[in-house]
């Protein structure tokens, strides 16, 4: 891919048809740092949203919003210091229990997250913890499948971000109405594939706070003339270092006080 004679919007739009197009072939592409010269997270994003403009004009139905890299383990495990944001579409939701068909993904990763339903728009360049904690209407347990139309995790931040942040598949449990949960940090969330622990992690692995992602998302959004609307499922990031996802697998998430998510991996 080459800039020249190109626009900034036809270069985004290009970038977006590749990544889009390996992902509903199932066949990678290079990473867009290799292809987009200059490629920064302005940029980035902008990619991003072509990608979501293309999905949207196939039918494709925003759910909300997916927060990554928020967690020591997972900065570490990508070699960065900075979270990342995506948008959760209806078709990448698997139901609970259900079968996660894995034809078309290349890389898969799980994770397991304190996962959350907004009962009120958030957005505003003030927004805090305070705030978050007042629109958050449901809490729940989430099951997040990332990959990477790369085909491999040999990336930068702004891959993943031209990326959709890895977004690929979700599955969410039963919810918990909020106020319910006093100390969302405290939650020990244990991750079980097949019968073996796999991982495990405390909600305050997430930035302290598993609701703490919201306030910076909340505040990117508003940079940006948007924010986060009542009804968004937000998933705010792993609490531990993602596992690779293989096909015949059962995975299950579990902790005290919110009921248990699972899928089966075909």
């Keep these: 891919m080459s800039e020249t004679g190109r626009t900034a919007i036809a270069l985004e739009g290009e970038a977006a048809h590749e990544l889009r197009a390996a992902e509903l072939s199932g066949l990678p592409t290079q990473a867009m740092a290799r292809q987009v010269p200059g490629l920064d997270l302005d940029l980035a994003y902008r990619i991003q949203q072509h990608g979501i403009g293309l999905r949207l004009t196939a039918g494709g139905r925003p759910v909300g919003h997916k927060i990554g890299l928020t967690s020591a383990a997972m900065q570490r495990q990508m070699g960065v210091s900075e979270p990342d944001s995506g948008v959760l579409l209806a078709d ?65 931040l702004e891959d993943s971000v031209a990326d959709n942040a890895s977004a690929a598949r979700f599955v969410t449990g039963p919810p918990v109405v909020a106020d319910r949960l006093a100390d ?11 019968d073996a622990l796999a991982s495990t992690g405390y909600g305050r692995d997430v930035l302290g706070d598993p609701l703490r992602p919201l306030v910076w998302l909340a ?7 948007s924010g986060l609307s009542a009804g968004d499922v937000v998933l705010p990031g792993s609490v531990h270092a993602s596992i690779p996802l293989q096909p015949g697998t059962t995975v299950r998430a579990s902790s005290p006080h919110l009921p248990p998510v699972w899928f089966r991996a075909r």
């Design 184 to 194: 969302l940090g405290a939650e020990r969330i244990e991750v079980h594939i097949d």
């Design 92 to 156: 990448m939701q698997v139901p609970l229990g259900g079968d996660l068909l894995m034809g078309r993904l290349l890389a898969p990763r799980v994770e397991a997250e304190i996962a959350v339903r907004l009962g009120a728009d958030l957005a505003g360049p003030h927004v805090d913890l305070a705030a978050v904690r007042a629109a958050v209407s449901e809490v729940f347990l989430a099951l997040e499948v990332i990959d990477t139309r790369y085909g491999d995790w040999q990336i930068t």
């Design 219 to 225: 505040q990117r959004l508003t940079a940006l003339g």
